[in-house]
């Protein structure tokens, strides 16, 4: 009877079965649990995005100033228009109407239009037009519940330069990101619509100078604008003051007289430059917008002047009879030469089977001492010094004096220059190194190159008995409305003697008294200074160089000048010379 109340087993297929159902069911309970109350939030949000648009609100950039507090870089706010494409099957009766107000034709707008809509996801608002009229503002402002999804955007900014083509290089401008590298730029938390720094310090700082961008939410209903919704308001760069001396610039752009090259000012204790200007120059505030397309094509393409050239940091040129004063140094720390020694220049020297001869004083300079070596800058003796020296020794002193390599100014262009060597003659020109080629470069021709940086850092170093500073543009950033001093790094200390360097500058200052530089001597301000005149190739008039410090007895600052192809540096570098320094007299104590 027992077996008889007994239940058959269950089959093992049907046990699986029912364990498959289970599964199954805890599976969409799972899922509608993750659906109906984990991912509610995110479908609220998706639902509301479709309706709403944000728009990047651009933060201004840090402005940009002189020593004294002038403004260098500025924003002026302008008005721009922005344009909510409409959903998919609609379309904007209202685009004519817009055209006609913006003064453009309805071909131009839908160009703009689709330009813009190909850079962005669908949907996205476009910015279709800078730089509003007053009137144009009013207008779209009264009739944006008239016209379908368009928006006055208040808070955009155009960088203006009120210094103009005087600061341009230094300063530098802004654009917009390069399409190549905006895909990097949007990682980096960049928007599309903002404008980075391209050249000079506007470049070299950007970190300091770009805010935070901020946004703003709006709620559109078939496609047109109905509300703000949600706005986070951006957050402005830091201003940043630098060392320039925005009336010596001025001063200093005026006198060049847009002459093709460079002049730097600096304080030789401090590393501060005063004045860099490079010319001809160019006007940052006439390369943005169609109204100044022509102007924009037409410094890119002067291939003589190159206005954007940056002449005193990125030229590479030979120093001429500037790179005596090394030569010089190098003699006197060898003890190849000191202030007695003394040569009979006879206007040429042989070296192999190379005859060098004096240009401007051929018949020679008779019996000289070593500084009026310097001040009357005689070939003979410089060659002769620099063949005893060697190129090894020379080309290590001038490297220990800032050349072929960068010096680290805080602008981004600056170029290492050359200093030549047995390895760099054989490697480009498959020739071994003679003495001729050590008595070239010992009065700065054949191989050597220098920017102008270079050789004004040679004399700062010079100046300061070897212990010279980076130069620098940097004076203080402002900090959550405190001004911190900028953080530089320390001065180098060369290894030479400061009796070496007291040589070579009573050396310059006898090239004033009685020298190449003499037209200086009664401008009112006591200086010492070098010149140079340096050849270069197919033919054309040689560089015209000059550089020195003044006052003399307590030297405040440092000056550097080169006019490219401008002849005989005593007929052109030196009266400019004398020109700037007297003005400067005008301008800061003396």
């Not at 401008?173 to 590298?181: A, F, K, Q, S």
């Not at 204790?269 to 860099?276: L, P, Q, S, W, Y």
């Not at 190194?433 to 270079?454: K, R, Y």
């Not at 160089?545 to 030196?574: C, H, Q, T």
Request: net charge neutral; hydrophobic share 35%; proline share 6%.
């Amino acid at each position: 009877m027992a077996d008889s109340d007994a239940k058959p087993p269950v089959p093992p297929n049907i046990t699986t079965f029912r364990w498959i159902i289970l599964i199954i069911f805890i599976l969409l309970l799972a899922r509608l649990f993750w659906m109906q109350v984990l991912k509610y939030p995110d479908f609220v949000r998706g639902a509301i995005s479709n309706k709403i648009r944000t728009i990047p609100q651009i933060a201004p950039r840090g402005q940009i100033f002189d020593r004294a507090g002038r403004p260098l870089a500025v924003n002026e706010p302008v008005f721009s228009l922005i344009y909510f494409p409409p959903m998919k099957g609609e379309k904007d009766v209202y685009l004519p109407e817009i055209a006609r107000y913006l003064a453009i034709t309805l071909d131009e707008l839908n160009e703009r239009i689709a330009k813009e809509t190909k850079k962005r996801y669908r949907f996205q608002p476009i910015p279709i037009y800078d730089d509003l009229t007053l009137d144009q503002v009013t207008i779209f402002s009264e009739f944006k519940d008239t016209f379908a999804g368009i928006f006055v955007e208040e808070n955009n900014y155009r960088r203006r330069y009120p210094y103009g083509a005087a600061v341009a290089h230094v300063i530098g401008y802004t654009g917009l990101i390069n399409e190549e590298n905006l895909a990097l730029m949007l990682d980096y938390g960049y928007e599309r619509e903002e404008f980075i720094g391209l050249t000079g310090v506007e470049k070299h700082y950007e970190n300091i100078l770009r805010g935070r961008p901020g946004k703003r939410d709006i709620e559109i209903s078939k496609g047109q604008y109905k509300r703000e919704i949600n706005y986070i308001p951006p957050r402005s760069g830091n201003d940043i003051y630098l060392t320039i001396d925005v009336d010596v610039q001025t001063m200093v752009h005026k006198a060049l007289r847009k002459r093709r090259g460079t002049v730097i000012i600096s304080k030789p204790k401090t590393g501060e430059i005063i004045a860099m200007v490079s010319s001809p120059s160019f006007d940052p505030n006439r390369l943005r917008g169609a109204e100044n397309a022509d102007y924009a094509t037409g410094i890119q393409n002067d291939t003589i002047g190159k206005p954007q050239f940056f002449r005193s940091i990125s030229g590479k040129y030979a120093p001429g009879s500037t790179f005596k004063l090394v030569t010089a140094l190098a003699g006197l720390e060898t003890g190849n030469a000191s202030e007695n020694t003394q040569w009979t220049c006879t206007g040429k020297y042989k070296a192999g089977t190379r005859v060098f001869r004096e240009h401007y004083t051929p018949q020679g300079h008779g019996p000289i001492v070593f500084k009026d070596a310097i001040g009357k800058s005689c070939d003979v003796a410089f060659w002769s010094l620099g063949v005893k020296i060697g190129p090894t020794k020379l080309g290590h002193y001038a490297r220990m004096l800032g050349f072929g390599d960068r010096l680290g100014i805080d602008i981004d262009g600056e170029k290492t220059g050359r200093v030549p060597d047995k390895e760099y003659k054989l490697k480009h020109w498959k020739e071994d190194w003679f003495d001729g080629d050590t008595a070239n470069m010992a009065i700065g021709q054949g191989f050597v190159e220098s920017t102008p940086l270079q050789v004004l850092w040679c004399v700062n170093a010079i100046v300061t008995d070897g212990v010279v500073p980076v130069p620098h543009v940097l004076n203080a950033e402002m900090r959550g409305g405190e001004l911190v001093s900028a953080n530089l790094p320390q001065p180098k200390r060369l290894d030479i003697s400061p009796n070496s360097t007291r040589i070579i500058r009573e050396g310059m200052r006898r090239a004033v008294l009685y020298g190449t530089c003499k037209q200086l001597r009664n401008i009112g301000i006591s200086c010492a200074g070098k010149t140079g005149t340096a050849d270069v190739p197919h033919g054309e008039e040689p560089h015209a160089w000059f550089v020195g410090f003044f006052p003399y007895d307590n030297p405040e600052y440092s000056i550097v000048i080169l006019l490219e192809n401008a002849g005989k540096s005593s007929d052109s570098s030196v009266p400019l010379a004398g020109e700037i320094i007297k003005n400067m007299s005008d301008i800061v104590d003396l």
